[in-house]
C-alpha cells in the first residue's frame, strides 16, 4: 500500500495512533543553539507535540534518535565555536581541540538536560536490529541516508506514524510501507 502524507495541521490525531518523531523535530523543539525555536516549524511542532501530551498519546523514541539529537546539538556548538573570533586557532580539530574542553563539557550538559526532556516525554523502543530487514535497508539507503532508511523500516513494522521535516521521508525514493508521515 502506498504512503500517506499528511499535513500536520490538518491530521486529526486519534488517541490509538502511536508516533514517532525523527531528529529534526526534537532538533526544532528543543535546539536554541540552531535558532530552530524561532520560527514557524518550531511552533508548529511545539503545538503538535503539546496536543499528543494532553491526549496522551504514545510517542516512542530510541538510542538513534538520541544519538544523532546529541551528535547534531555538538556539531552545531562547535561550528559557533569556530566561527567566534574569541576562539581563533582554539578550536581547530573536533575530537581533538574541542571533545573534552570546557564549552564542550558545558554543552554536553545542556544536551543531557533535553536528552531527559526527550526520553520523559517518550516511550523508550528497542531498534529490533535483529529482525529488521536489512538488505531492504541497504536497498533505500541508495536514495536516502541510513538513518532514514532504518525509521522507514522500524516504523512500518511497528505502525508508527512518521512525525519529520526531512524531505527524504516525502520522497518517492521510499518503498511503500503503508506508512503515514506527518509534516509541515
Known sequence: MPNKNFSISSYSVKTSDIFFFDNNIWMYIFCPLANFQKGKRQTVYSKFLSHLISLNVHIY???LILSEF??????LDYDL???????AGLYNDYKRDFVGSPRFCETVTEVKKYLTQITNLCQKSSDEFN?????EIFNTFVNIGFNDSY??????????IVVSDDSDFLSDKIP???LTILSL
Open 61 to 63: 523514541t530510541n538510542s
Open 70 to 75: 546529541s551528535n547534531r546539538y555538538l556539531r
Open 81 to 87: 565555536a569556530r566561527k567566534d573570533v574569541k576562539n
Open 131 to 135: 529482525s529488521i530487514n536489512l538488505p
Open 151 to 160: 525509521y522507514i523500516q522500524l516504523s512500518s513494522k511497528k505502525n508508527w
Open 176 to 178: 511503500d510501507k503503508n
